[in-house]
């Protein structure tokens, strides 16, 4: 990003710079013949999110993805996404409705569709507002996936968020404490979540000690959830599920056991991968060993 980019986002109002970044996505995507998967040009946003400038003296990682081609950018997507669940497993259910579709052979037209989405939102600086401490005090995924559902969807799902003054002020008056937990049936992309977080912080608390747990008819916002998580510092105590809360008044319970299974098969097929070495291990030794005996011709 050149310096005058750099300088106009910085000065620009972090809620402004959200809806500027949002959007750039929306606008993206409408242009595309994919515009009913809301799942690739969130899933976009949400993958971009985790990017963090690692060198501050190093090349532009903006730079460097917007340089890329679609196919290569898919790719990255791909890593970046292998890198989440190897790290968090446990958010690997959560977090598949955004990811499914980067693994599944996406069309060319789709990754070029893609790749717009990300070069929109990358011009709008999205990296310096994710990728700093910025991403704190706001909730991008929760503005991107509002603009990018239809009328159609709105109506089906009607989800009503907290506005972010109002989840601020409940915040500051019932603050949880270290060790705490945290509930909330209705938990959309997190913004009460994130604004708990901020009040625990400014009162000397730490967040990444509280469980968190939360719902939502919507699996596109629970998803977006599980990356906020990981933005806003959570900890690793996330428990998610996708549920009716209405009518479904044991989600909690269901969030906790689908947690357990995933991380249950997350070990199982840690084990295999160690296992699946260890006999290719053996193997090439003894093929060493074997070829090293046989007689050489004199």
Not at 140 to 164: E, F, M, R
């Given at each position: ?110 990754q070029q569709a ?141 969030a906790e056991a ?41």
């Open positions: 990003m050149n310096r005058s980019m750099k300088q106009r986002h910085a000065h620009r109002d972090l809620g402004q710079h959200a809806i500027a970044i949002a959007q750039a996505v929306d606008t993206a995507w409408n242009k595309s013949n994919h515009s009913g998967r809301r799942d690739v040009a969130l899933s976009v946003v949400a993958a971009l999110s985790l990017v963090t400038q690692r060198d501050p003296h190093g090349p532009d990682p903006a730079e460097q993805l917007r340089a890329q081609d679609a196919h290569t950018f898919t790719g990255t997507l791909q890593e970046i996404y292998t890198a989440l669940v190897n790290s968090r497993p446990d958010l690997t259910h959560l977090v598949y409705p955004l990811m499914a579709w980067v693994f599944d052979e996406p069309e060319s037209a789709m893609a790749k717009h989405v990300a070069d929109a939102a990358l011009r709008e600086g999205q990296l310096s507002l994710t990728g700093t401490e910025d991403r704190y005090d706001t909730d991008l995924l929760g503005i991107v996936l509002t603009l990018l559902k239809s009328d159609s969807a709105t109506g089906a799902n009607a989800q009503i968020y907290t506005p972010t003054v109002v989840a601020d002020m409940m915040a500051r008056i019932t603050t949880p404490h270290n060790g705490d937990t945290v509930q909330d049936p209705a938990v959309g992309t997190g913004g009460l979540f994130r604004a708990t977080a901020e009040a625990m912080r400014q009162k000397g608390r730490d967040p990444s000690t509280v469980t968190w747990y939360g719902a939502d008819i919507d699996d596109l916002a629970i998803a977006a959830c599980a990356i906020n998580s990981l933005l806003w510092g959570l900890g690793p105590r996330i428990l998610l599920c996708v549920a009716d809360t209405l009518a479904d008044g044991d989600w909690a319970y269901r689908q947690r357990t299974e995933i991380l249950q098969l997350s070990e199982t097929i840690q084990r295999h991968k160690q296992m699946i070495h260890a006999v290719r291990t053996a193997r090439s030794f003894t093929e060493t060993v074997i070829d090293r005996d046989q007689p050489r011709d004199q």
